[in-house]
């Protein structure tokens, strides 16, 4: 990809999670807000921390997430969409909130709204709205909405261009069985270069990306590049409908 391609797609990806964060700011009236990916499950990736109790996310990853009563771990078990520090908070042994609650007071938020976006069984992302002590409190008409709210973000997350190329490598390695060289390979083939490229882009020799390109090929059930850059750009859409689904009702 080159650097131009690079920097379009980064300023749309920027672009995009602003539009989120700003409008969940705006609906919870708070301001802070943290957007991460969750990978394999339980690790956070923070893609977007804003205001100013975002700036103990760092603090928060290294020392204290295995207190919080809605870390990753305890909301994914228990299958959340919408929770609150209010409402969740016995997701935590009393021990471990108390250590949690100290926390929250010296960065600067008492409650916190945290969305779960899911792809079909998987959690994928996630988003924190902490609320300071003079933003107005979370009530039940903010759970409503958050309700109501929850499958629009996760479908426009959904469409991210970074959560579409992660699920797209990861359904190559899980569901068709590449290796993370062939995952590379298949990649640089769907976007138009030749083998020669790839051998002289990945420092491997001609004969060896000619052998894993036909297990490639064997692997995804096609015969030719052609057929193999269609099947790649074909994965974008596969996952997807079950957000669609439950956002249009």
Known sequence: ????????????????????????????QAKSAILYWIEDGARMRVIDAFGPCAQSVNHYLRDMKPYDPLNIERLVSSRKRVATIGHDRDLAPDSEFERYSIFMQDSGFRDVMDFVFWNGEEAFAGLGIMKSPDDPPITSEDLRVGWAMQPYLEFNLSRHPQQREYQRQRRLRRVYGLTSREVEIANLISVGLTNQDIAEDLGIGLGTVKTHLLR??????????????????????EGDASSLNRASH
Not at 3 to 26: F, M, W
Not at 217 to 222: M, T
């Open 1 to 28: 990809m080159t650097p131009t391609v690079q920097h379009r797609q980064a300023r749309a990806v920027d672009h995009q999670c602003e539009q989120i964060r700003t409008v969940a700011l705006g609906t919870f």
């Open 216 to 237: 490639v090929f064997r692997k995804l059930d096609v015969s030719n590049r052609t057929m193999l850059s269609m099947r790649i750009v074909g994965m974008e859409g």
